[in-house]
């Protein structure tokens, strides 16, 4: 069975500072392994995915992500937070099932940017 | 270009009155997912298709059906929504069901029942 931990339900910043959101999965498959973006009332965003290649794995608008199968974590990063970044994030992982029943969300974190 | 289109963006129905949801995508993808998203919680899973072939999931409930009529176009039917159907409907695709397939995901249509 596999399970994705979003260890923190809410991260706030300052605007230009560092952003962390931190994800811990398990997985029995060598997985796949996604973040989403979601806006307030809007759909899903994809901003990176793992698919065992490169483990650090760039995304849209300057979110990087880095693979660390020895640590079981995806953690997602952005050097400097703008406010535009500010919605619910959320992990997903993907076993060999496929993208149907073998995907599991994480429960998100939501990112508040502080002006 | 919108790829997953989802009508309406907002939908009020009435305890009990049947509702329909309407899905369409640009991207000729072979699998169509529904999702339920209650507020603050991650999107759940309802069904989806391969094609044709109409997928479950077991714990989803009778209420809820689907209809996919051509490769464009999917409907989420609710037949008699309860107060606790109030959700954000998603609507997915993605090429096929492999682990690293993408999933495309509309904006959504919010329900609210009264």
């Known amino acids: 069975a596999q399970s994705v931990t979003q260890l923190d339900s809410h991260v706030s910043v300052s605007e230009g500072t560092p952003v962390l959101l931190r994800c811990n999965y398990s997985s029995s498959y060598s997985p796949s392994l996604f973040w989403y973006v979601q806006h307030p009332n809007k759909g899903l965003q994809l901003l990176l995915k793992y698919t065992s290649a490169a483990t650090l794995v760039k995304g849209i608008n300057g979110f990087e992500a880095e693979f660390k199968k020895s640590e079981t974590s995806f953690h997602l990063t952005k050097p400097s937070a703008h406010m535009s970044d500010a919605a619910e994030y959320f992990c997903?992982?993907?076993?060999?099932?496929?993208?149907?029943?073998?995907?599991?969300f994480g429960k998100g974190t939501h990112l508040i940017i502080q002006p | 270009d919108a790829m997953v289109i989802q009508n309406p963006r907002y939908q009020v129905t009435q305890f009990g009155k049947p509702v329909t949801l309407s899905c369409s995508q640009t991207l000729n993808h072979n699998v169509m997912y529904w999702y339920q998203q209650k507020s603050s919680q991650a999107p759940k899973l309802l069904f989806h298709y391969y094609d044709k072939d109409f997928n479950n999931e077991a714990d989803t409930p009778d209420n809820f059906q689907s209809r996919r009529p051509n490769t464009s176009f999917c409907f989420l039917d609710i037949r008699s929504p309860g107060l606790g159907d109030a959700a954000m409907y998603l609507c997915?695709?993605?090429?096929?069901?492999?682990?690293?397939?993408?999933?495309?995901f509309g904006p959504g249509t919010r329900l609210l029942v009264l």
């Open positions: 997903v992982v993907s076993d060999r099932r496929g993208g149907a029943d073998g995907l599991t």
């Open positions: 997915a695709t993605s090429r096929e069901t492999r682990p690293s397939e993408t999933q495309y």
